[in-house]
């Protein structure tokens, strides 16, 4: 595993690529002052499900399991932070993806979640098989259709 103690800092990190930035605002915070939980948690999810609809091309996935999250840092107002996930097995229904999140500022890693899996799901909300076995670092999973009418056929 990466080094991302000290001054210890790359652009990657275990084949993680840090797309999404976020800077720590006051609604950010717990009563401790510091960076909350839950707001991270709600970052941490939507990227996945973003990530999980790139990958599966299915823009209904939906969160089944977050495993244990160790909290190895905290960040402050006004810290930026950066998320990144990457696919770590494609089951039939389902992707499996680890996250790291770092704080910029302190270049101290805040946190680490092994396991995050999604399951691709039909319109009933049945697991549905998504055909997929290796990551696509381009856009030609996007699903077609538009998720709100599922009818507009789109580019
Ligand atoms: C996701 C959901 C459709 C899966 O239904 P299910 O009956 O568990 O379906 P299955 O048993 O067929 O499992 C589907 C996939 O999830 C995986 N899975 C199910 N339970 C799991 C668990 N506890 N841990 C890890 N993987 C699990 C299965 O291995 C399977 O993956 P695969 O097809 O790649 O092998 C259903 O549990 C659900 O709707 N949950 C609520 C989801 C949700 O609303 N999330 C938002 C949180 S508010």
Redesign the pocket.
């Known amino acids: 595993m990466a080094e991302t103690a000290g001054t210890e800092w790359h652009w990657s990190e275990d084949g993680i690529n840090f797309h999404t930035r976020k800077w720590v605002k006051p609604e950010d915070l717990n009563a401790n002052g510091s960076l909350f939980g839950g707001s991270l948690l709600r970052w941490i999810d939507e990227e996945a499900a973003i990530y999980a609809i790139i990958q599966l091309g299915n823009y209904r996935v939906?969160?089944?399991?977050i495993s244990e999250i160790n909290f190895e840092a905290s960040a402050l107002q006004g810290d930026l932070i950066e998320m990144g996930l990457t696919a770590t097995h494609f089951?039939?229904?389902?992707l499996t993806m680890r996250a790291v999140v770092r704080n910029m500022i302190t270049r101290r890693r805040i946190l680490t979640i092994e396991r995050i899996?999604f399951?691709s799901?039909d319109e009933n909300?049945?697991?549905m098989p998504h055909g997929y076995s290796d990551i696509t670092y381009d856009r030609d999973r996007m699903p077609r259709e538009h998720p709100k009418t599922d009818s507009v056929r789109l580019p």
């Open positions: 939906v969160t089944k399991l089951g039939r229904t389902s899996i399951v799901v909300g049945r697991p």
